[in-house]
């Protein structure tokens, strides 16, 4: 049998804990373990020995922290050498006949990878596939990726693996008690990703006892098609006299992890704190159980860094907001690079009820590939719903696959050759679930029977490669009805057939059906409801409007998936206060609504839903955008301003009529089809490269646009480069920095130092927690400003003084 | 897991609005007007955030000129002062989760005065999540009374003890907190800091 077929088969015994045995050796306390196996190989080729002799069909070689973060790359490939040396010595010396296997054992690296920490994911890749190649020229029949508390680093690790080898990888993850990752992933979330990268056996280790690790084992069991492993440890550890002892004792943890062979666990063995006792007697109480045979699931999931949607069950939203087809705004959005419109979009579908989001960023003129990544990775750090990444670019998809943080949703393949050939290798590597367009070379065809017959050729192609069944979609495609009379009844048509005829889940962009007519939602709500009742697994659709939630919801509640209808009440409830808010307030709640006074105070007072609706009733009344500006809510801000300077008003009471003000410019703005955006001129604003602390630059960022500067945010830990790169491209006249560390103000002199030699025209003003008026000299800006009413203050002057010089 | 490093899960810190205004500068007197999005705040963050913190004991040595921590030495003067009588420190990282760091980003997106109202409940966060450590430490040392908290950056204290802190408490494998090369912790809401051990 083959490593790969015991695995399968099971039970198929680990090692047990290295540390202990060390310790118990003569390792000292914060001595690096994996320095013995070149100072006492003897040592180590000992306990391995124990454990072949106690019943391990497989042990892990003394490598958990060997890592080029940690020791250069000789000093690992000698451990590394060394460390195999040391199993291989221990394989050879027994002499029973038994087939026996030596892993490459991998832990984590021991930094957090972006945006949580500081290293890069394909920093980290790199470093485990050195690790990985050393391990596989040394001969390992697997490699043990074990006790990663973050399933990103998992991730990394794993798909190094993949790249750099052609072994089994086994991944086991180490949980805290309350059944998550460190960086919060579940076994739900994470076992898709795992299986979808690869990865020939999934389970956990380390952190806890047999007994609190058995529901996070029955969770990997239930949801797992891959053979599942359990490494605890031996209880919990305590410290007795400067020695670590744990609290279950071999027997007993020999029955909890036995217990659960017959449930499917088929990899055993122990962590921290378990001896070759505990092996030996691991392997008396399984005796001849054997677990039941492996079966595939059949789970259709796609995951974040903590969630997991499973298609095929109650039907799912997937937002189509963030695609710029047609979207003017968001073009622009992101052709400036301004990722802020983009999260809002995904926090707004979040809102609605979306449970993936489609990110579309390709436009005309725009790096694709850079950006959808960026767009990623910047959605990911705000929001756990799982993404379908949308391009027709191949290499765009790649990277993008590459760091998504879970198992993505790629749309799309279709039924032309040279698309299968770049796409779906992609999801054989990365796993996904893959939307599959019944569309080739030749066009849409216009029958049903016409779509099936490429969607079983998509299919034939992607099992022939080894991709399941269960992770393939297809997209019977709409077409504007307004085109074609039949085009709705043929998708329809095509819907039922393909989900007929292969059992794979659908898709459809319901949107495109009202193409060209009017009342759009009228006719696209309805299409949705027929397409669901056709058994449609996941419509792409713009949960922000009403009707056509409304449709899904309703049509949701009415197949069966809305139990006690609790979904669709809480909807109905929403849309009646709604209602309510939206209806024409009376005459007496708003006495002179346009009465500027009202406006005044309601900016003072910092009331943003009054302000906006006063400043409504003053442009209603004929009166004149720039006028209600020059003679409301400037004095206003003014008198705000002034008394937090003064200190009578504090910052949130400024910063709330800021937004009152904001509110009201909206409204000038509509009503002014969006000219006259800004009156003054242009400021380049960013916290500098190594800080990340915004809050400050935020505040300043709102006062200044109320005041009427044309603010570029560049964000926060931005390069001296990209600072430059943007003053150049605006030709701004003012720089606005922050940084709030003494640590990171080094950053901050580097850039007004760069900004002055190659922008020289460039005024740059700065602030922030450490700095003050003479620190400010000292790094060579031309102005200090204590706080945000001084920003203001402080660009006005600079604003004068660029005019006229 | 070294078993000298104490990793404790705080769970959810109750949220105090008057502390969290306190944090967020709002004058103690003034009226709290119905549009201040605190409530929303809340809710956004409800049940989310769990208080996670790791901890170690060492001895204290001090000589004339500097004080060995333990995990590392130092000239603080003000450190020196604040341990005076003490021959044992605690030291600890505490955190309020990357969780509060992404709901700060949320909060953000909707508006700077979310966004300076989350940085606030995260401050009021792990601040509530330190006073619960050293409420527990306490209690595990009956024979001691314990100093008010000391960080980096106090006093003459310098920042770049953070690195010594984060090697001694292998913050980044415990409680995943990183240190930045600009000496920042990320999560954000994040807190070091040393306490003595007085005998009573």
């Known amino acids: 049998m083959t490593l790969l077929e015991h695995l399968r088969t099971g039970p198929f015994f680990l090692d047990g804990g290295m540390g202990t045995l060390l310790q118990a050796a003569g390792l000292r306390p914060g001595e690096a373990p994996e320095g013995w196996s070149l100072s006492h190989p003897d040592v180590i080729t000992g306990i391995h020995r124990a454990y072949y002799e106690a019943g391990s069909d497989m042990v892990l070689t003394n490598t958990f922290g060997v890592h080029p973060l940690r020791y250069p790359l000789e000093q690992c490939e000698a451990m590394i050498r060394a460390a195999m040396d040391c199993a291989f010595a221990a394989r050879a010396a027994l002499h029973d006949g038994r087939e026996r296997f030596v892993a490459l054992d991998i832990g984590p690296c021991g930094k957090l990878l972006k945006p949580l920490g500081t290293l890069d994911f394909e920093e980290a890749v790199g470093c485990f596939a050195q690790i990985v190649k050393l391990g596989a020229a040394c001969g390992a029949d697997a490699v043990f990726i074990e006790t990663m508390n973050d399933g990103y680093e998992t991730k990394a690790a794993l798909l190094a693996a993949k790249e750099s080898c052609s072994l089994p990888v086994l991944v086991s993850n180490a949980y805290g008690s309350d059944g998550q990752l460190m960086t919060g992933g579940t076994p739900a979330s994470l076992v898709p990703m795992l299986e979808g990268l690869g990865a020939d056996a999934v389970g956990v280790n380390c952190s806890l006892g047999p007994d609190a690790l058995a529901p996070i084992v029955q969770s990997y069991l239930a949801c797992a098609s891959v053979p599942v492993l359990m490494k605890p440890n031996a209880g919990l550890p305590r410290d007795e006299g400067g020695r670590t002892v744990y609290d279950v004792t071999a027997a007993g943890f020999a029955a909890s992890v036995a217990a659960l062979i017959p449930q499917g666990l088929r990899i055993l063995g122990g962590c921290c704190g378990t001896t070759p006792e505990y092996i030996k007697a691991l392997r008396e109480a399984v005796g001849g159980t054997m677990p039941p045979p492996l079966e595939d699931k059949n789970i259709s999931a796609v995951t974040s860094r903590s969630q997991a949607v499973v298609l095929g069950q109650a039907p799912v939203i997937i937002g189509e907001r963030i695609n710029p087809t047609g979207k003017k705004r968001l073009r622009q959005a992101l052709a400036e690079g301004d990722m802020g419109y983009v999260l809002n979009e995904a926090l707004a579908q979040e809102e609605r009820g979306a449970q993936v989001l489609d990110v579309n960023v390709g436009a005309p003129g725009l790096d694709e590939a850079a950006l959808l990544t960026r767009a990623v990775e910047e959605i990911q750090a705000v929001t756990d719903l799982p993404l379908q990444l949308d391009t027709a670019d191949p290499r765009a998809m790649e990277q993008a696959l590459r760091r998504y943080n879970g198992k993505a949703m790629i749309n799309s393949v279709n039924g032309s050759e040279a698309v299968m050939d770049a796409v779906l290798p992609l999801a054989k590597k990365y796993g996904g679930e893959l939307v599959a367009l019944t569309l080739d070379e030749h066009g849409i065809p216009d029958t049903a029977e016409g779509r099936l017959t490429i969607a079983e050729r998509i299919l034939a192609r992607a099992e022939a490669l080894g991709i399941s069944r269960k992770d393939i979609l297809f997209d019977p495609l709409t077409m504007p009805v307004s085109a074609d009379g039949q085009a709705a009844r043929i998708t329809l048509d095509a819907l039922r057939l393909i989900r007929e005829r292969t059992g794979c889940g659908t898709v459809l962009g319901v949107s495109n059906v009202s193409f060209g007519l009017p009342a759009r939602e009228l006719i696209g709500s309805a299409f949705l409801t027929m397409a669901l009742q056709a058994g449609l697994t996941a419509a792409i659709m713009n949960p922000c409007s009403d009707r056509m939630l409304g449709a899904f919801l309703s049509a949701r509640t009415l197949l069966g998936h809305d139990p006690a209808c609790a979904a669709y009440i809480d909807h109905a409830s929403a849309l009646s206060v709604q209602t309510a808010a939206a209806a024409p307030a009376s005459p007496a709640s708003t006495p002179n609504a346009a009465e500027p006074e009202g406006l005044r105070r309601a900016v003072l007072k910092g009331l943003r839903g009054e302000a906006a609706s006063r400043t409504r009733a003053a442009l209603d009344a004929g009166q004149e955008g720039l006028a209600i500006i020059q003679s409301e809510i400037i004095p206003a801000l003014d008198e705000v301003g002034r008394g937090f300077e003064a200190k009578t008003i504090y910052l949130p009471q400024l910063m709330m009529s800021a937004e009152a003000a904001d509110a009201a410019f909206r409204e000038i703005r509509a009503a002014m089809g969006g000219q006259a955006e800004a009156t003054r001129c242009s400021i380049v604003l960013a916290t500098v490269k190594g800080d990340i602390h915004d809050i400050g630059k935020n505040i300043v960022r709102l006062l200044l646009e109320n005041y009427g500067f044309a603010v570029t945010d560049l964000g926060k830990d931005v390069p001296p480069e990209a600072i430059l790169e943007a003053v150049k491209r605006l030709h701004a006249p003012i720089c606005a920095l922050s940084a709030l560390m003494t640590t990171t103000v080094p950053a901050m002199a580097e850039t007004v130092a760069l900004v002055h030699k190659e922008a020289p025209w460039c005024k740059v003003m700065v602030g922030g927690a450490v700095l003050t008026e003479a620190y400010a000299r000292e790094i060579g800006a031309d102005g200090y400003a204590k706080d945000a009413m001084g920003a203001v203050r402080l660009a006005e002057t600079l604003e004068r003084s660029a005019l006229f010089t | ?200």
Request: a negative charge; proline letters at 6%; hydrophobic letters at 40%.
């Open chain 2, 1 to 200: 897991m070294d078993p000298a490093l104490h990793c404790v899960d705080l769970g959810l810190i109750p949220a105090e609005e008057a502390e969290v205004l306190r944090y967020a500068q709002w004058p103690q007197a003034a009226a709290i007007p119905e549009d201040l999005p605190l409530a929303e705040c809340l809710r956004m963050a409800e049940g989310r955030v769990r208080c996670r913190a790791v901890w170690r004991q060492y001895p204290l040595i001090v000589t004339e000129t500097e004080l060995d921590l333990g995990f590392a030495r130092t000239a603080s003067h003000s450190l020196k002062k604040h341990l005076e009588g003490c021959k044992n420190l605690l030291l600890f990282c505490c955190t309020a989760g990357a969780e509060m760091d992404r709901l700060i980003a949320r909060a953000q997106l909707r508006s700077p005065l979310h966004g300076l109202l989350m940085h606030a409940l995260g401050a009021q966060q792990v601040e509530g999540a330190c006073d619960r450590l050293c409420e527990a430490l306490a209690r595990s040392f009956p024979e001691h009374r314990l100093t008010p908290r000391f960080s980096p950056g106090y006093g003459d204290v310098p920042l770049s003890l953070q690195r010594e802190i984060f090697s001694a408490l292998d913050c980044e494998r415990q409680i995943g907190v990183t240190l930045t090369d600009s000496l920042l912790m990320r999560p954000g809401k994040s807190v070091t800091a040393v306490v003595g051990l007085k005998s009573c």
